[in-house]
């Protein structure tokens, strides 16, 4: 109960992209764990289905007419997040292992790790250190 006390206040304060790299961090966790050879199937399958959500969340917030990154790059993260989303359903099957889930995951972390770097430094540019970011990971 205290930790959800936490995650509110957290969530409070922390900017969007660090919320983005905090549940990107948690799912990856979760897709390490089911690899481990301890891990049960249902730890497999519950930790693709929530990678799987996390993209489609993140599909969802990059078509919406809020979101103001540059349209190059959400076109090749919703591209990802379909590829993302089509390999979490055979992971979910058993069909394929979960490194891919868990690289792709790990890049998008990098990137935002990246930004939220920027941000805090406020180097100046003539695109936004997201945009940047956004445009290396999705290449």
Known sequence: MQYDAY????????????TEYRL????TRELEQA??????????IRAA??????????KTDLI?????LDVHIKAGLISLAI???????EA??????????????KDI???LSQSNRNARTKEPSHQNAETQDFKQAVA
Do not use: C, H, Y
Not at 35 to 44: E, F, G, I, K
Not at 49 to 56: K, M
Not at 83 to 89: G, R
């Open 7 to 18: 995650k509110r206040a957290n969530s409070a304060t922390e900017k969007p992209s660090q």
């Open 24 to 27: 990107f961090a948690e799912i």
């Open 35 to 44: 690899m481990s050879s301890n891990a049960a199937p249902t730890d497999r």
């Open 49 to 58: 289905f929530r990678n799987s959500q996390l993209w489609l969340t993140l």
């Open 64 to 68: 919406s007419e809020q979101n103001k």
């Open 83 to 89: 590829w993302v989303e089509k390999l979490s359903a």
């Open 92 to 105: 979910i099957r058993g069909e394929i292992d979960l490194g891919p889930l868990i690289d792709v995951n």
């Open 109 to 111: 972390m990098q990137g």
